[in-house]
């Protein structure tokens, strides 16, 4: 079974510009939740999706939105990017996001803003 | 307050020696979720081992177990018999709300994680 694929790998962008990272969920997973890595704030929570709808959002301005895919892919949008938005973003899916489920994580889209 | 605290930045382990990551945790929720992961250079988030607060056995997988003690809200990740390839970042995580719908169970909060290092 393939894991969770994220795309791009790394990204360049500068200051103002929007970018579209992507990710592909492990087959049959519905839930895919985003989460932000800084070596300053740690690993925080972004949103999460389960067929098609958000279903919880973190503490992020609105230049960040996402949304998923009748297949269960997931995209996410930065708008009007900021320097402060240089980071690891990693994708994880899971059957159902509840309870006891373990989350299965992409390698991640390394985004620098310059 | 930190819902997750890690309080070791950075361990040294020789290599076959045992070794134990700390992990405390704040919650008022009495249905609860306890993850560990690592992080290796890659990137890619792995999985070790999962606590649930309702739980009557500390949880193993291999070499890895965890020692869940409730009343003093911790949980630290215990590696026996390590190997150079446990050298990455590990995070503690919780997830609350287990027992009911609602958007805050569908999140992991994570700590900040410790490093280890495996020497030779």
């Known amino acids: 079974k393939a894991g969770v694929t994220q795309t791009p790998r790394y990204l360049i962008k500068t200051r103002g510009q929007q970018v579209t990272l992507s990710c592909s969920p492990i087959s049959g997973h519905r839930s895919v939740s985003w989460y932000q890595q800084t070596p300053g704030q740690g690993l925080q929570f972004l949103f999460e999706y389960f067929s098609e709808t958000q279903r919880n959002k973190g503490n992020f301005p609105g230049r960040f939105s996402g949304r998923q895919f009748s297949n269960s892919r997931s995209e996410m949008n930065v708008s009007t990017l900021e320097l402060g938005d240089s980071a690891l973003y990693l994708c994880?899916?899971?059957?159902?996001?509840?309870?006891?489920?373990?989350?299965?994580f992409g390698s991640g889209t390394q985004l620098s803003v310059l | 307050a930190q819902k997750i605290t890690q309080t070791q930045p950075g361990m040294f382990v020789q290599e076959k020696e045992a070794v134990t990551l700390d992990c405390t945790y704040d919650t008022s929720d009495p249905s609860y979720g306890l993850f560990w992961y690592k992080q290796p250079s890659s990137g890619e988030m792995i999985f070790l081992i999962y606590?649930?607060?309702?739980?009557?056995q500390n949880a193993t997988e291999g070499r890895y177990s965890l020692n869940f003690q409730k009343a003093r809200k911790s949980a630290n990740l215990v590696i026996s018999a390590s190997q150079l390839g446990d050298s990455a970042m590990y995070f503690c995580?919780?997830?609350?709300?287990?027992?009911?719908?609602?958007?805050?169970?569908?999140?992991?909060?994570f700590g900040k994680g410790t490093k280890l290092s495996v020497i030779p």
């Open positions: 606590q649930g607060s309702y739980d009557q």
């Open positions: 994880a899916s899971s059957s159902s996001g509840l309870s006891n489920e373990k989350l299965f």
């Open positions: 995580a919780m997830r609350e709300g287990l027992r009911r719908s609602g958007a805050g169970s569908y999140q992991l909060t």
